[in-house]
């Protein structure tokens, strides 16, 4: 029979609270298994992040023995390692890692886009030196203006022609996660425009035209890249993105010396 003793519990059945063997009431909150979740999904994001900054060095490797194909596929699976992260669960330690990734997949960015071809009368040509070694000739009019070469990438499919046919950008990977900007340039520029100084390169062929680089930063030389974000619409500056895990800046350069213009 069933009845209630002195304690308040019902006899014949177990306390209020508790589920029957085989009921359908949900077992208490466990702390353990919600601090094992909170681990196993930190323990993932580090895992994608890993995983994305190695595919991205692998593209680099393809693209470096002539796979171009394996290359942009390669970085493509970097993108998507990357995009996987969920950067709400990332603990604060985990934001210098996170910016390292994202950098090393934005170096492997031009392996995977698609080629804009130069529309002008200045165009560049790649042709290969010695064992590993790439040389960029700038040529106008079919002629070979000005040269410089390099162990790097260069991604002549990604060039950008400056306003007035007076400058000319492409990236140039030298390592995984290390992207330069070389600049071509006009040595009178447009109209107005004359350099002021600087370390130009020049070589034997120059006929009127410069180039050297914009690097991510003077310090950090492992991990950075510089991309154009546009030409002012006379050719006389440029701004471009500088970025380094540590530090993300928008400069405004003149093209006659590259230095920093502050307006």
């Not at 014949?12 to 009921?23: E, L, T, V």
């Not at 323990?43 to 995983?51: I, P, T």
């Not at 060039?159 to 600049?183: C, F, I, N, T, Y």
């Not at 034997?204 to 690097?215: E, S």
């Amino acid at each position: 029979m069933k009845g209630t003793d002195r304690s308040g519990v019902r006899s014949g059945g177990p306390p209020s609270g508790f589920a029957r063997r085989g009921g359908s009431e949900a077992e208490p909150p466990n702390d353990e298994d919600a601090r094992l979740a909170v681990l196993e999904r930190a323990a993932g994001n580090a895992v994608k992040l890993r995983r994305a900054g190695l595919l991205a060095t692998l593209a680099w490797k393809r693209a470096r023995s002539g796979d171009g194909a394996g290359a942009a596929q390669a970085s493509e699976a970097a993108l998507d390692a990357l995009a996987g992260v969920d950067r709400l669960e990332l603990a604060p330690e985990d934001a210098r890692p996170y910016k390292e990734a994202a950098i090393r997949v934005a170096a492997a960015r031009w392996l995977r886009e698609p080629p804009r071809p130069l529309r002008g009368k200045v165009q560049l040509e790649v042709a290969p030196r010695e064992p590993g070694e790439t040389c960029v000739r700038l040529v106008e009019a079919q002629v070979t203006r000005v040269e410089k070469c390099t162990y790097g990438l260069v991604f002549s499919r990604s060039a950008r022609l400056g306003p007035h046919d007076a400058s000319l950008v492409v990236p140039v990977q030298l390592m995984p996660a290390w992207v330069e900007l070389w600049v071509f340039r006009r040595a009178g520029g447009p109209v107005g425009l004359r350099p002021t100084g600087g370390g130009a390169q020049r070589s034997p062929l120059n006929d009127g035209w410069i180039v050297d680089g914009i690097v991510p930063a003077e310090t950090s030389p492992d991990v950075g890249t510089v991309e154009l974000a546009g030409f002012s619409d006379d050719g006389r500056r440029l701004r471009v993105v500088r970025a380094t895990p540590t530090r993300r800046t928008l400069e405004v350069r003149l093209v006659a010396d590259l230095t920093r213009h502050f307006p």
